[in-house]
């Protein structure tokens, strides 16, 4: 799913949880991770992500977009629990719980929370000019969105190579990318003409929290 | 599969706090750089690259295995070793906040992918200098660094794992009820071959996984340096660095 | 009145090694003029402008902007100029509409109270206080362009640059903008120099029009009503007349003595006087 389809329901969704204050949910997380991070208890673990499994079920938002992105994790993990000699399903449960909860809690917050809020509430422990990237690249998201959906659509229209052409697929994707590195590049400049038009020299003022 | 797709919980509380520690000193070295040369279109270029790698990370390519693009080595070749970091730190705690790889892993995320990013730049910029095919250059250089973040991935891993007791085997100063507990039951059958965490046995299976993502991912970024040299040539000469 | 752009036989080589020489007529734009540069397109509009706003440096020629070599002593002059760039996505930098239209007023050394004064008072008077706390990317391409403007004008700029404005919008909502555009230059007398090949809009919106030829020569200067009552000289452009005055330039050409209108409002004064005769 894009991050641009997330941060539609950040903004427009109606649940309980967008309207939840962001402290409180970034708390939540920060009690879920440090849980996720301190605790090796099945039950504890377990309560917690069917805790977490509630609060999806209980409350108005994308219900299976969100269940589907928090299993990601599960296929690093499989390597790596494969990798456990000796394996016992106890163990396998405890990794699981705690990647699922971890996962499913932040999956959460950013479903339900407008990024400046969540980068907002960052920019109290980081840096102003790291805070700066992190909102000029979720912005620039948004502007080069529309590219890459041109060329996801010229994809569409004019086809991929087979993949029995390996080499002519790869080529095509690479040429793809590389148009839209070339496209990107020029946003940057001009997003900086842009920047340095309207005043920007050297610091990000307009950015720092209130 | 040099991203480290870790969840939380899985590394050692003190590798991931020294990863962010590293990240921490990068930043403070990249601040003072910033002020010194007052290059602030770079701030710009950083963030536009960044969604551009969260956008290409979404560009499923279908070959045998659903692989998505990285991006970290041509990202170094473009924008050279010292800004890459930035970059991929921001791509990485966006990643992480909508479930791809754990929240506590992005400092050791960026160390890994802006390592790959940083023997890329060095070994394109090497390499060129000896060889006029700018394709086969690209195409090592993305390789060998993506072996050697894969390298980085599964040291770290190994590090990070090292005391998987915790979890695995509670036969330590948490067991409440020690004196009591039963050692003939089943989960103590095999107790004399306890669960541990076999870096043998993930390094097969990273390097079963990893070797195809290597080729593929080295053969796109060639296509898409090839592309750019016959485009816009200049965007490979580097200037951003230094 | 102060001429505050002067550009004479501007010559830019490209990093391609491809050479323009904007010679010909001197292109000035007075305080409180409305001037528009049409051409076909790589005629060198866009070129012209970002030699304005400093952007470019001319490898031969004079650019002046309020007596100043913009791309050496852009600073000087940067509080004095609004810009609106070709694609407005790429200059709408803020998170919210607000933040966006603060973040010139923030860089100059605002404070931030001082700062949030100025975008709420240029909001209400372009009358787009309702989308202050939207989110950028959720805006329409016409509510994109009016939040670009607030950016553009927050500085209460003495000269306004605007590239390509029209581009992509439908025709009510170009008319809508052209009227702000137009309402708010002329009650705070900002000079106003644009780029466009969207002759319907130019005849009612400037005073004076530089045509650039395919050439790049700075080719004629005049009124909307010189230019465009000699319609053989506007196809060697590539350019057509607006429709209303076309009209009237074939009625003038069936040996009817008439005026050319300017506007629908004066053809219909023009009309209506003659069908009363």
């Known amino acids: 799913m894009k991050i641009t389809d997330i941060d539609y329901y950040a903004e427009y969704g109606k649940s309980w949880l967008n309207r939840l204050s ?7 997380v920060l009690l879920v991770i440090a849980t996720v991070v301190i605790s090796s208890d099945i039950r504890i673990l377990g309560g917690l992500y069917l805790a977490l499994l509630l609060v999806v079920t209980f409350s108005s938002v994308p219900k299976l977009k969100i269940i589907k992105i928090s299993l990601y994790p599960l296929i690093f993990l499989i390597l790596f629990l494969v990798s456990i000699k000796n394996i016992v399903l106890q163990t396998a449960l405890i990794f699981i719980f705690k990647a699922l909860s971890a996962a499913t809690s932040l999956v959460l917050l950013v479903f339900t929370t407008n990024y400046i809020k969540i980068f907002g509430t960052l920019s109290k422990i980081m840096p102003t000019f790291l805070v700066n990237v992190l909102f000029l690249t979720y912005r620039s998201l948004f502007i080069l969105a529309k590219t890459f959906e041109s060329l996801m659509d010229v994809l569409k229209f004019r086809g991929l190579p087979a993949i029995k052409r390996p080499i002519l697929f790869l080529k095509t994707i690479g040429n793809l990318v590389g148009f839209f590195v070339i496209k990107s590049m020029e946003t940057g400049e001009n997003l900086y003409d842009a920047m340095k038009l309207r005043g920007y020299s050297d610091s990000f003022t307009y950015l720092k929290n209130k | 599969m040099s991203h480290l797709h870790i969840p939380d919980g899985i590394i050692a509380v003190w ?7 590293i990240i921490g000193i990068y930043f403070i070295a990249v601040y003072f750089q910033l002020k010194k040369t007052v290059e602030y279109k770079k701030i710009a270029m950083i963030s536009v690259l960044g969604a551009l790698m969260l ?60 390592a790959e990013a940083i023997v890329a730049f060095f070994l394109f910029r090497l390499l060129r200098k000896s060889f006029k095919k700018i394709f086969p250059v690209a195409f090592i250089s993305t390789f060998i660094a993506l072996v050697i973040s894969t390298a980085l991935t599964v040291g770290i891993v190994y590090a990070g794992t090292q005391n998987l007791d915790y979890v695995i085997h509670k036969h330590n100063n948490i067991c409440t009820d020690c004196a009591n507990h039963d050692h003939d039951n089943d989960y103590h ?34 296509f898409i340096i090839n592309y750019i040299n016959r485009v816009k040539p200049d965007l490979l000469e580097n200037n951003w660095t230094y | 009145m102060d001429k505050i752009i002067e550009i004479n036989c501007l010559e830019h080589i490209y990093p391609d090694k491809t050479k323009i020489e904007m010679c010909g007529v001197e292109l000035a ?9 049409l051409g076909p397109s790589g005629s ?63 860089n100059y050394g605002y404070s931030r109270e001082k700062s949030m004064e100025m975008a709420e008072k240029i909001l209400s008077e372009l009358e787009i206080t309702y989308l202050k706390n939207k989110i950028i990317h959720y805006l329409s391409g016409g509510e994109k362009r009016k939040v670009a403007l607030a950016g553009a004008l927050v500085m209460s700029p003495e000269l306004l640059i605007l590239d390509e404005p029209f581009s992509g919008l439908d025709i009510k909502t170009e008319k809508s903008y052209v009227n702000l555009i137009n309402g708010f230059c002329r009650e705070k007398h900002i000079s106003v120099i644009i780029s466009t090949h969207n002759i319907e809009i130019i005849s009612d919106f400037a005073d004076t029009i530089f045509l650039i030829s395919s050439k790049n020569n700075i080719y004629r200067k005049g009124t909307p009503k010189e230019l465009f009552s000699q319609p053989e000289e506007l196809r060697m452009f590539n350019l057509e007349e607006p429709v209303l005055i076309k009209l009237f330039n074939r009625l003038r050409q069936t040996g009817i003595d008439i005026e050319i209108p300017m506007s629908y409002q004066e053809a219909e004064e023009i009309l209506l006087q003659r069908l009363k005769n």
């Open chain 2, 55 to 114: 956008l290409s990370m979404s560009i499923p390519i279908p070959f045998v295995l659903p692989y998505h693009l990285n991006l970290s080595a041509l990202l170094g070749i473009l924008t050279g070793p010292f800004y890459a970091g930035l970059t991929i730190f921001s791509v990485n705690l966006i990643l992480a906040l909508v479930g791809h790889g754990g929240i506590t892993i992005v400092g050791l995320n960026t160390i890994v992918l802006t």
């Open chain 3, 29 to 37: 734009v007075y305080q409180g003029e409305k001037v528009a540069i």
């Open chain 2, 189 to 222: 059958k095999g107790h004399e071959e306890a669960e541990s965490f076999d870096i043998k046995r993930f390094i097969a299976l990273v390097l079963i996984t990893g070797t195809l993502g290597w080729t593929l991912e080295s053969f796109i970024s060639a």
């Open chain 3, 44 to 106: 060198g509009k866009t070129t012209i402008l970002k030699h304005i706003t400093g952007l470019l440096s001319p490898s031969n020629g004079i650019v002046r902007v309020f007596g100043y070599d913009p791309a050496k002593n852009y600073g000087k002059i940067r509080s004095k100029i609004g810009v609106i760039l070709q694609n407005v996505e790429e200059q709408l930098i803020g998170p919210t509409v607000f933040e966006d239209v603060m973040f010139s007023p923030l």
């Open chain 2, 15 to 21: 590798l991931w706090i020294l990863g962010y520690l």
């Open chain 1, 22 to 28: 962001t402290r409180i949910k970034m708390l939540a």
